[in-house]
């Protein structure tokens, strides 16, 4: 008992990697465990509130809308994590203030574009239905600024090691948000896949304001004091490589959707997405040590020290395979049970087989480890993009030659190969680059 006392001491307070590891991805859980049920309630509370065909439209407008703001999202987020990290442990204030500057006004100027042009392309060929793509596109462009924002916020919150407090507006109020505004208007019969649409805003606006509060509380003090540096230049040249690489990256888990629904049916799409997010959770583990061990894995490299990040890749990959393991089998073999229970009869027949697929892809992830995050913090981008594309190529063709024939199962399988290509390439750029093997045996 005293050794578990003494071990629980350790981790609360101590300043060590295990113990700073441990507690972030504690925190980084808990809010993770919490917005779960909260994230898959609006998801069946839509699936059966708009059936098959409007829950499809719904996914394949946030799909496509998540594409296009990647230049104002994902792209500058991870430059803005290493960016902050590398000048918070050089004090180098002027240029932390400068890069969050700079990183605001690429949002502000690059979304205010976006909604130029879909608000103008909206007008000529919207028919303002609910169901029309055009009207659902627009109501949706209003996500970008906010999504933008939220990436500058949270990113920076995340490179201060203050990674609980930068996820906890997306991971617990947004969807909660988005959950009681849904509910309300499916219980007025006002859901359709534009209001639905209407609370994907209302809570994506509750984490912005919240995540901008604890940015102010969080940011130190002398960024405020110093007048803002810039290397616009450096930044500009850099942001290319990671939003070529989140651009890449998301348009391999969002292939599958964006494909069936230019190929396939509303219905095959809704299919497809019950597989992506019952798939989702298999990943649970290791998507939030990824948020966890980003500025650890800077420190280290900047230190020059191979055995902490070593230690890092082990301790991140045996974790997140033993977090995987009880969710993703019970996907596999009992997801007709699962799908039945959650989402109704009506997904049954298309939904059961895409999960398992999808399922079996993640499992093979999660025991390949954090190959690309490793990769991107440690400065080589490009050899993650270069993984990227290989498996983009090969999903896209695949996701041609099965989604007319086999619907929801061949854009799953399509997806699949893509990530088992995507993590076999980059375990070998991982090997050539870093001197280890990156997975639970590394």
Not at 42 to 52: D, E, I, K, Y
Not at 148 to 164: A, I, K, P, Y
Not at 312 to 337: M, N
Not at 344 to 356: F, H, K, R
């Amino acid at each position: 008992m005293n050794n578990w006392r003494t071990r629980l001491a350790e981790i609360k307070q101590g300043q060590g990697l295990k113990a700073q590891l441990v507690r972030g991805v504690l925190g980084v859980g808990g809010l993770k465990l919490l917005s779960m049920p909260l994230t898959l309630g609006a998801s069946v509370l839509l699936a059966r509130g708009l059936g098959p065909e409007g829950y499809g439209q719904y996914v394949f407008v946030l799909s496509l809308i998540t594409m296009l703001a990647l230049p104002v999202g994902p792209g500058i987020g991870q430059l803005i994590t290493r960016e902050v990290a590398k000048y918070q442990y050089s004090e180098q204030w002027s240029f932390f203030r400068g890069v969050l500057r700079r990183s605001n006004q690429w949002v502000v100027l690059a979304a205010t574009l976006f909604l130029v042009v879909v608000v103008s392309a909206a007008s000529w060929n919207a028919k303002w239905e609910v169901n029309d793509r055009w009207a659902l596109l627009l109501i949706a462009s209003f996500l970008v600024p906010l999504l933008g924002l939220n990436t500058v916020r949270s990113n920076t919150l995340q490179g201060l090691r203050h990674v609980v407090l930068a996820q906890l507006p997306d991971l617990l109020l947004r969807p909660a948000t988005h959950l009681v505004v849904a509910a309300m208007l499916m219980f007025s019969g006002l859901l359709n896949p534009a209001t639905a649409l209407g609370a994907q805003i209302a809570g994506t606006g509750v984490a912005f304001l919240v995540g901008a509060l604890f940015l102010q509380l969080k940011i130190p003090g002398q960024v405020r004091l110093s007048a803002p540096k810039y290397r616009t230049a450096e930044w500009g040249k850099a942001i290319m490589p990671f939003t070529l690489l989140a651009a890449v990256g998301t348009l391999n888990s969002q292939i599958g959707i964006l494909f069936l629904g230019w190929l396939g049916r509303p219905e095959d799409v809704a299919a497809l997405q019950i597989g992506m997010s019952g798939s989702a959770l298999v990943v649970f583990v290791l998507a939030l040590i990824n948020l966890v061990i980003s500025p650890h894995i800077i420190k280290a490299r900047q230190e020059g020290d191979k055995n902490k990040l070593q230690m890092l890749s082990r301790y991140s990959s045996r974790a997140a395979l033993f977090g995987a393991l009880p969710i993703g089998l019970p996907l596999i073999f009992v997801g007709d049970a699962i799908v039945h229970y959650l989402y109704g009869d009506e997904y049954i027949n298309s939904a059961v087989l895409p999960l398992a697929i999808l399922t079996a892809g993640q499992l093979f992830n999660v025991a390949c480890g954090s190959v690309g995050q490793f990769l991107t913090m440690s400065g080589y981008e490009k050899d993650t993009l270069l993984g990227q594309v290989v498996a983009l190529m090969a999903s896209v063709a695949l996701a041609v030659i099965l989604i007319p024939d086999f619907g929801a199962v061949g854009a799953a399988s399509a997806v699949t190969a893509g990530l088992v290509i995507w993590n076999l390439v980059l375990a070998w750029l991982f090997k050539k680059r870093l001197g280890f093997m990156p997975t639970v045996l590394g």
